[in-house]
């Protein structure tokens, strides 16, 4: 099984939330800039 997963950068609060059955939404507090969003989520 996969899920996708999409992550909004420079959100006000970190959370995560359900979509729909295999996909979530990440947001992150952190900018898009060098790639600190992504490293947020792992």
């Not at 609060?13 to 792992?42: C, M, W």
């Amino acid at each position: 099984m996969y899920v996708k997963v999409k992550v909004t950068p420079k959100a006000k609060t970190e959370s995560i939330k359900k979509l729909k059955v295999d996909t979530l939404a990440v947001l992150v507090r952190e900018p898009a800039e060098n790639n600190l969003a992504n490293n947020r989520v792992k």
